[in-house]
């Protein structure tokens, strides 16, 4: 990859969860989510929905991180996994699960509640992502939620959403909404290794009214 090196400094970070040091023990330890005192931080109040919705909220969270970075307001999580719903961006199923997040759906939907420009690339090498990257452009991204173990080896590719958020010639920087320290905020892969987990799919938001803020 020859792009030149970009990097989106201050993009802030959220875990899917209450807190970021509650992930590990309610990802390794199974902890009731409810026990970690932030947990209605995202503003649900109902224990059992916020059980339910939390593990699999990825995408709308590193979309509030992208809305927050750009100063675009929204409802609180709580609020926004309604407002998907309605518009199809997950789907309930007979047997209680939920499909989703579904791209096209998602992309109707921020476009019009936010007023981004989101590229649906269902097919696209992570280099030709990457170089997507732009001052007013991040990307949200497929890869395993074992990523956050990059030192293991993994099983599986895809299943998970995460936020690019700058690049150089060897590899991206990021945010995994269900990472473990020290790769949780701002975490740094090369390409080779980033290739074991994503799943050749993802998405770009753009800020269409430009501002002040830039990337470094």
């Not at 499909?99 to 030709?128: C, K, M, N, S, T």
Request: with cysteine; aromatic share 10%; glycine share 8%.
């Amino acid at each position: 990859m020859n792009e030149p090196t970009l990097r989106h400094a201050g993009v802030p970070y959220y875990t899917q969860w209450g807190s970021p040091d509650w992930v590990r023990q309610i990802v390794e330890q199974h902890g009731d989510p409810c026990d970690d005192p932030d947990w209605q931080r995202s503003g649900f109040a109902d224990p059992e929905r916020y059980r339910f919705w939390a593990k699999r909220l990825c995408g709308l969270t590193c979309l509030e991180s992208a809305l927050d970075y750009w100063r675009i307001g929204h409802a609180p999580r709580a609020v926004l996994v309604d407002e998907a719903l309605r518009h199809g961006v997950y789907r309930m199923r007979d047997d209680g699960g939920v499909d989703g997040l579904i791209y096209h759906p998602f992309a109707a939907w921020a476009e019009r509640a936010f007023g981004l420009q989101v590229d649906v690339l269902p097919q696209i090498p992570l280099e030709a992502i990457a170089a997507r990257l732009a001052p007013e452009t991040l990307a949200i991204v497929s890869v395993s939620p074992e990523i956050r173990y990059p030192e293991r080896d993994n099983r599986h590719q895809g299943g998970h959403l995460i936020l690019l958020h700058g690049r150089d010639r060897d590899g991206v920087w990021f945010h995994n909404p269900s990472g473990i320290a020290p790769h949780q905020a701002d975490v740094y892969l090369p390409f080779d290794t980033m290739a074991r987990f994503y799943a050749g799919r993802g998405m770009t938001l753009t800020r269409v009214a430009r501002a002040a803020r830039r990337a470094s």
